[in-house]
């Protein structure tokens, strides 16, 4: 239905690149099937308004059903937070008639993410000083619902835009907050992707004099998986990251 207009086999600052030259001159990144909408015939179609570098954006949605016989209902999701999360989970259910099983899938992500929240507590007493990159060149301070998921482990990131869109720092602002530990789960690549990205950073000399990576404590993780998509995985990937954080400082962390 939906396909990138960027290179696949892109770097980090490449895809930077080319998404601030697609802004610029108003051009779309991603390639909608109008003919494939029109041979659907949905009476629903379920887009978002948060991102137009994350996915296919709303104009571009709203431009396409302009030319669908009948009417169908377009709606946009939206949400900044982890309880804006749940609520579009049960926003969904409602819209296709199943709130009850909705209901049941946002009541038990939210138990998950109690449970993980006194799993942290008690495996990792000592919090690292933590920054958390969505995306390596140029560094990306999160935003939106990380800051939550950070929350349930008791860190924050360093550098965060809580309920807001992430957006990019100077390394020096990176330097300024000397985390502990770095984890990098770039927005819409897979762990191979970001195991690249974060390959490709060897050779910038701001990133090699960080702390955190004189000492190793750098963690990499599948964000398009289990971070940059507002859904039921979230808390899986913050478990994971509890995992990662744990096996590097063995729940303790000090200043070297």
Not at 91 to 116: H, I, K, M, N, P
Not at 156 to 181: K, L, M, N, Q, Y
Request: with cysteine; proline share 6%.
């Amino acid at each position: 239905m939906t396909s990138s207009a960027l290179p696949a086999s892109a770097s980090a600052a490449d895809i930077d690149r080319h998404v601030r030259r697609g802004v610029h001159e108003g051009s779309s990144i991603y390639h909608l099937d109008d003919a494939l909408v029109e041979r659907l015939e949905p009476d629903l179609i379920v887009t978002q308004e948060l991102c137009e570098v994350c996915a296919v954006s709303y104009d571009r949605v709203t431009s396409a059903v302009r030319r669908l016989r009948g009417d169908p209902r377009v709606v946009a999701l939206e949400p900044n937070s982890f309880d804006d999360v749940l609520g579009t989970i049960r926003t969904l259910g409602s819209l296709v008639g199943r709130s009850s099983e909705a209901e049941r899938v946002a009541e038990d992500l939210a138990r998950s993410a109690e449970r993980l929240r006194t799993r942290a507590r008690r495996e990792l007493p000592d919090p690292p000083n933590l920054l958390f990159l969505e995306w390596s060149d140029p560094p990306f301070a999160p935003g939106h619902w990380t800051p939550d998921l950070l929350d349930l482990l008791g860190v924050r990131s360093t550098i965060e835009f809580r309920h807001a869109p992430a957006r990019a720092v100077t390394w020096e602002e990176v330097a300024a907050g000397d985390p502990d530990c770095i984890v990098l789960a770039p927005c819409g690549f897979d762990l191979a992707a970001a195991r690249r990205s974060l390959a490709d950073l060897q050779s910038n000399a701001a990133w090699c004099e960080l702390r955190a990576v004189r000492n190793g404590r750098t963690i990499v993780l599948d964000g398009n998986a289990y971070f940059n998509r507002p859904g039921v995985r979230l808390v899986e990937g913050t478990e994971k990251l509890l995992e990662e954080l744990t096996r590097l400082g063995d729940g303790r962390y000090r200043r070297a």
